[in-house]
């Protein structure tokens, strides 16, 4: 038998042909000679003949000499062959190591957890479960193998600690009836935690609230919260769940009920989207139909940051108390992953919520995927291997529930053309949407560098009525920093942007390829010790606040310091529980942050946005509106204030409005004229070196060869310099391609690329150009 492999680790974007006797599974892991040395692959495809393979196009030319299969290292596959397909689709569309995309499927340093285990299955053997390493040392153990007498397995194995009986700990009143009691400052902490979290253990509740068992014995004896043993767990009783109203039951019933809707789309499962206002309830439609859904399998939830994870995993737990729920990301240690990932491959997790990651875990019985904010950029890849979860979810065989109050445009188009299931939520839930004010900044008085007096004095009035307002602000840390005698702005010794101030390390930081130096207050161009900060970050409004509203406590969210899921729980529950009156951060504040504390949102430099050279731009600027400014109001009416030096911006206009169907015609019409996706597929293909001379004759020659297969593309633009056009020391050209022969085009660019060797980056439909 003849079988596809795809090399792993390695970003080569072609599969290679190995033989072997034996019959290995798709999907199976394997070691082959290749290049002088033993790799590890993946079977992708298997044939009796090679002539096959041409003639389907999955290699370019019958080799010369078929090297053997050299070991099967699980003597299993974990991934279904239809994930294998998926994934050969994503690898095609992307260009970049097809092995790389199933090394995803892997948590990191899987073997060292995984034991390969053999187990007799004839009653002839006279042995039961023994290590594979052992086992081989028997002379007649490949003729076991063959003859079907022993099953190979591999199974997780870690230190396990002595069951003990935990405490657990649970709300015994309603939510209302909390509103009406006097509770201490770390009884609010606890009460908040268990809103957020249901029952959960006692030691986890401490470790994670900081407060001492004594705070939590004072609410047991006041019959405020309840304590009993991992034994009697199933007694601790789950908040009420929400009362679906009229709207939200029939959608509910909609997707449990629709049809595919093309007969393209049958054989891929069938893709709902769920489109509506922030704060319309789209999340109590998601567990709804989750409920379905769980009957027969279990679902994938993915959320845009992994912040966002801890959050969802606790509303899902409140929901579904009886069911098993994980959560997967980077942040775990090596042997939480595995472990997660062991239980979800043998069906022992209902529900795993992760970020994007996550869609690659191969979770037994996955029966639907939800994409909550699947608008988010986030959900791209944004390096090797590049993928976006969209396009990898098109060719799953599982129903997708997309969720946004601002589609991404791909998704809204589907929609529109009827390939996907489209179902609205018209009106927010139990409260009408914030108003917002344009703030003309040409013309108002400025309290503080970033802060116009109409804010000041919106945000004076949200705390006096005991409420929290959030300052949402494009960029993390302080600011760029300019000497005001020459005007010389400090910038990276190693890429063509400006460093950013942090002024709780002193240190000047690029964003780019990470450079730090201390800020030494001299300038290095004239010597003047005298600076200016020029635009904003989040470290700077919040420095400007801490000067406007003295004694108030301020927060701040962003990556810089939000670095692991824990701290954003730490800063929601604050907020929560009243202990913030102001929280500044960048685009962080925008996901999920669902608060009904939150009564004012103010926007201090969204311009910056919008005239950031990039095509989605515009479209990005619009998005973070809307959904900044949905998170003010979520029970009381909320107000915005958006300040701008050009209000009468279209973009600003309709997010005001909150005319997103009306925006969205405005902008696909600008862009069906230009050629822009949705309407075709753009490849940005960019090229690096340290040698300036060599990086600019290489893009030439490339694009010259390119110029052969016009066919395949609608429009070439450049070369040219990358606006930033060094970064890490490496100069950068570029192309950008307009296709609708997304596949073929990349295969000619993939061939080039080895003709060309260095450092190239290929990116398909990237979230920023």
Sequence with gaps: MYYLIAISNMNLNELFAYSSNEEIKIGERVVVPFRNKKVRGYVIYKSESVSSFLERGLIHEEPEKIKEIEERLDYASFLEPWRVEALYNTAMHFGSGIGRYYDLCFPPKFDDYFTLFVESVSPLLNFGKMRYEEFKKIPSSKEYINYGQVRIYRDFESKKPKPRDEKYVSLQISADEIGKLKLTAQQSVVINYLLLNGSIQLDQLLEDTGVKRDVVIQ????????????????????????????????????????????????????????????????????????????????????????????????????????????????????????????????????????????????????????????????????????????????????????????????????????????????????????????????????????????????????????????????????????????????????????????METNELKCHLCGEKKSFTSTCPNCGSTMFVDKGTGTEKIEKELLYLFPGRKIGRIDAEIIDEPKKMKDVLEKLRAGELDIVTGTKMITKGLDIYRIGLVGIVDIDALISYPDINAPLRTFQTLVQVIGRSGRKDKGKAVIQTYDPENAIIKYAKMQEVDGYYDYELNLRKELNYPPFSDIVQIMYSNTNIVIAEETVDVFAKELEAYERLYLEMLGPSEHPIFKVANKYRYQLIIKTSKTEELMKVINILKQKYPGDWTIRVNPPGI
């Design 219 to 502: 609410l047991q004896n006041r019959e405020i919260i309840k304590l009993c043993s991992s034994e009697n767990v199933d007694e601790v009783n789950p908040l009420q769940r929400a009362t679906l109203t009229e709207e939200q039951s029939r959608l509910v019933m909609d997707i449990l009920n629709s049809k595919s809707v093309l007969d393209k789309h049958s054989n891929f499962g069938q893709v709902h989207l769920l489109y509506g206002p922030t704060g319309s309830g789209k999340t109590e439609v998601y567990l709804a139909a989750m409920e379905k859904y769980l009957s027969t399998g279990t679902v994938l939830y993915l959320v845009p940051e992994i912040s966002l994870t801890e959050q969802t995993l606790a509303r899902l737990r409140r929901h579904f108390p009886e069911l098993s729920i994980a959560v997967y990301h980077s942040y775990l240690t090596d042997a939480k992953r595995v472990e997660i990932w062991s239980k979800a491959i043998k069906g022992e997790i209902d529900i795993l919520v992760g970020p994007r990651s996550a869609l690659f875990v191969p979770i037994k019985n996955l029966r639907l995927v939800i994409v909550d904010e699947e608008h988010d950029d986030s959900y791209y890849n944004n390096h090797e291997p590049f993928y976006d979860a969209h396009y990898t979810l098109e060719h799953f065989p599982i129903d997708v529930i997309y969720g946004s109050a601002t589609p991404s445009l791909s998704t809204y188009v589907q929609c529109k053309e009827g390939k996907y299931h489209l179902h609205m939520l018209n009106q927010r839930f139990g409260v009408e949407l914030p108003d917002v004010e344009i703030v003309d900044m040409r013309k108002e008085k400025k309290i503080s560098p970033s802060i116009s007096e109409p804010l000041y004095n919106e945000i004076l009035k949200t705390i006096e009525e005991d409420r929290s307002a959030l300052v949402f602000t494009r960029r993390k840390g302080f600011s760029r920093v300019q000497c005001a005698v020459c005007g010389y702005i400090m910038k990276c010794d190693h890429c063509d942007v400006s460093l950013t101030y942090h």
